[in-house]
């Protein structure tokens, strides 16, 4: 919590990229490296190395502490002093690949510049059967899988219809979605408009004409939901509650109206409860709305 320019981004990115150690031991997924230009100047010219993160935390049920650091100017970063890290995640990798269905947690960072349209005008290519860890693709930059996660919604409209009957996960999914605002009664991928609508007790509306604030929180739960269910297809129903992992929010209040600030934080806690949420913001109305325990000014 606080002003503009009082280091609250900077927070999150260096929790992305501690929280990013977890993909250390992930063949296809990279973890988030610390960049060069987010290194402290000391003066215009002189920036201060090495530069370190550290962490500790429960992974995978597993109480670990590790660091990475950026040692010298055109280094890499390094994971020399987080093998722990590297090893719970080797351990959730061949699990996933083995077929055992252990729960994984998810993790994803959405940052202030995030931005969907829910807007695509032309059908998608049906989702192929893939690996749980789809659900980390751009982990770090969701927006930039906006159309993988719409193609995963309309491919599941389809399949139900073919089927004939619910999928218990995607249910689950849509009324999470259908949660983040009131009246809202179902949420759809209109197959002849290729396009999210939601249903109210008298209307449907489509979901990218809605205003920036409720298109976007829209959006991050749909997006936190889609991921769940890859990477916890076995939960079903209780994908949303079950699925636990840790999920960081840059301006959690973006464009959104009083009124929804002022429950957006509890609204997301009961979606996900299992989940933990770091989250900035300049908004006293999301200050007010939590625990003073719950708040760390910046």
């Not at 218990?168 to 949660?179: H, Y």
């Not at 209307?203 to 890859?230: C, K, Q």
């Amino acid at each position: 919590m606080g002003n503009n320019g009082t280091g609250k981004t900077s927070i999150l990115e260096a929790l992305a990229v501690g929280v990013g150690a977890m993909f250390l031991g992930f063949d296809e997924i990279r973890p988030r490296p610390i960049d060069h230009e987010n290194v402290r100047r000391v003066s215009d010219k002189t920036s201060k190395y090495p530069a370190s993160i550290s962490c500790q935390g429960v992974v995978n049920g597993q109480k670990i502490s590790w660091t990475r650091s950026l040692e010298k100017p055109g280094g890499l970063t390094t994971y020399k002093q987080a093998k722990q890290m590297l090893n719970v995640s080797q351990e959730i990798q061949n699990k996933i690949r083995q077929g055992e269905y252990a729960i994984v947690p998810l993790v994803a960072y959405y940052n202030a510049s995030r931005f969907w349209s829910l807007k695509t005008n032309k059908p998608f290519a049906p989702v192929k059967p893939g690996s749980r860890t789809l659900g980390y693709k751009n982990c770090f930059n969701p927006t930039a899988s906006e159309k993988d996660c719409l193609a995963w919604y309309q491919t599941r409209e389809l399949v139900a219809l073919q089927k004939r009957q619910k999928i218990l996960v995607f249910e689950d999914v849509k009324t999470a979605i259908s949660s983040c605002v009131d009246n809202w009664q179902n949420v759809m991928y209109d197959l002849n408009e290729y396009e999210q609508t939601t249903t109210t007790t008298d209307t449907m509306s489509l979901l990218f004409i809605l205003d920036d604030g409720i298109r976007n929180l829209i959006a991050l739960v749909a997006d936190m939901a889609y991921r769940s269910a890859l990477l916890n297809p076995q939960l079903e129903l209780e994908v949303t509650r079950q699925t636990p992992g840790i999920v960081l929010i840059d301006e959690i209040d973006l464009h959104l109206d009083t009124n929804i600030q002022e429950k957006i934080v509890e609204s997301m806690k009961n979606m996900f409860p299992m989940i933990q949420f770091i989250v900035s913001s300049h908004s006293p109305i999301i200050a007010n709305s939590v625990k003073k325990e719950d708040v760390i000014k910046c």
